[in-house]
T-cell receptor, first 117, second 111 residues
Framework: EAGVAQSPRYKIIEKRQSVAFWCNPI?????LYWYQQILGQGPKLLIQ????????DSQLPKDRFSAERLKGVDSTLKIQPAKLEDSAVYLC???????????????FGPGTRLTVT | SQQGEEDPQALSIQEGENATMNCSYK?????LQWYRQNSGRGLVHLIL?????REKHSGRLRVTLDTSKKSSSLLITASRAADTASYFC???????????FGTGTRLTVIP
């Protein structure tokens, strides 16, 4: 079974520029997550989709971050404009089981390492 | 904050020894999960333990959960150099299905 795919793997941009990340989850996985992982910390959830609807975006900095999941499959995460503190690894994960009140194991992609200079 | 905290932050052991990592959290949970992250394979799910379970085994892994103390431990027996990685606990909130990750324990297994 193919894993979660992400691109690009690395991106270097200057502050105030924009950037977009792409994620293709495991086929059949209804739930998709975007996480931000700053060096030395654990992943922090940015947004969670179930099919093509947003379940939780309470930790997404909506003034500069946006995400969409068209047709309930692929997803893109955008940052515009980027700040120095956005330097991090952006992880995409998906989960097969759809739980309203229970969590299930998540499958993670390799991540995109973003450096903002 | 719901975020779990792992202890110790870093652990270094000899190959063949056992490694124990602890996780504490703050609010009621449905499940607690452990993940491993290394440069080669990224972030990988290891084991999930539900709030009504006290202990679970998977190969060389043993996880315990004490909901009264809001804590969990991960034991890796007979460690191998390939176990070198960061280990994270992740908890959900009762009534929700997303995860909060801790800050991780960095395990180094010396051959």
């Amino acid at each position: 079974e193919a894993g979660v795919a992400q691109s690009p793997r690395y991106k270097i941009i200057e502050k105030r520029q924009s950037v977009a990340f792409w994620c293709n989850p495991i086929s059949g996985h209804a739930t998709l997550y975007w996480y931000q992982q700053i060096l030395g910390q654990g992943p922090k959830l940015l947004i969670q989709f179930q099919n093509n609807g947003v379940v939780d975006d309470s930790q997404l900095p909506k003034d500069r971050f946006s995400a969409e999941r068209l047709k309930g499959v692929d997803s893109t995460l955008k940052i515009q404009p980027a700040k120095l503190e956005d330097s991090a690894v952006y992880l995409c994960a998906s989960s097969f089981k759809v739980g309203i009140t229970l969590s299930y194991e998540q499958y993670f992609g390799p991540g995109t390492r973003l450096t903002v200079t | 904050s719901q975020q779990g905290e792992e202890d110790p932050q870093a652990l270094s052991i000899q190959e063949g020894e056992n490694a124990t990592m602890n996780c504490s959290y703050k609010t009621s949970i449905n499940n607690l999960q452990w993940y491993r992250q290394n440069s080669g394979r990224g972030l990988v799910h290891l084991i999930l333990i539900r709030s009504n379970e006290r202990e679970k085994h998977s190969g060389r892994l043993r996880v315990t959960l004490d909901t009264s103390k809001k804590s969990s431990s991960l034991l890796i027996t007979a460690s191998r150099a390939a176990d070198t990685a960061s280990y994270f606990c992740a908890t959900d909130r009762a009534g929700a299905n997303n995860l909060f990750f801790g800050t991780g324990t960095r395990l180094t297994v010396i051959p």
